[in-house]
């Protein structure tokens, strides 16, 4: 069923633009000097959503400031998605079956751990 209280997240690049903070960073792993001395690496934090992303898959900050938007506005049209209604099924008769065997078969073990009542004795 349709959530009537979701929230619906606007995906223009404008408003998303003053709804983000944006942050650089040092990104990491191999590349040397050219990635220790050079803040490339891209973090946007959407405060409405909540939703935080980073990109640093390019040399260039500012390429990684554009793929991180389009990451963010591919994020929130997902979320801006109705929920699809999910379609209840019956249960398939092997698996009612099975469950039946595991219920007697452990029945059958309860069974044989019970204290059996000891025979009078013999004189």
């Given at each position: ?90 249960v398939p008769m092997k698996a009612i079956l099975t469950r039946k065997e595991e219920k007697r078969i452990i029945s059958t073990k309860k069974r044989l ?11």
């Amino acid at each position: 069923m349709i959530n009537p209280a979701k929230k619906r997240f606007d995906i223009n690049l404008k408003t998303i633009k003053k709804q983000v903070t944006i942050e650089t960073f040092r990104s990491r792993g191999p590349g040397g000097q050219r990635k220790n001395k050079t803040e490339t690496a891209v973090r946007l934090r959407h405060l409405p959503s909540g939703i935080t992303l980073i990109a640093k898959e390019h040399r260039s900050q500012a390429q990684n400031l554009k793929l991180a938007f389009e990451r963010l506005k591919d994020r929130l049209m997902r979320l801006n998605q109705p929920e699809k209604k999910r379609i209840p099924t019956s249960v398939p008769m092997k698996a009612i079956l099975t469950r039946k065997e595991e219920k007697r078969i452990i029945s059958t073990k309860k069974r044989l751990r019970q204290n059996i009542p000891k025979e009078e004795k013999w004189d």
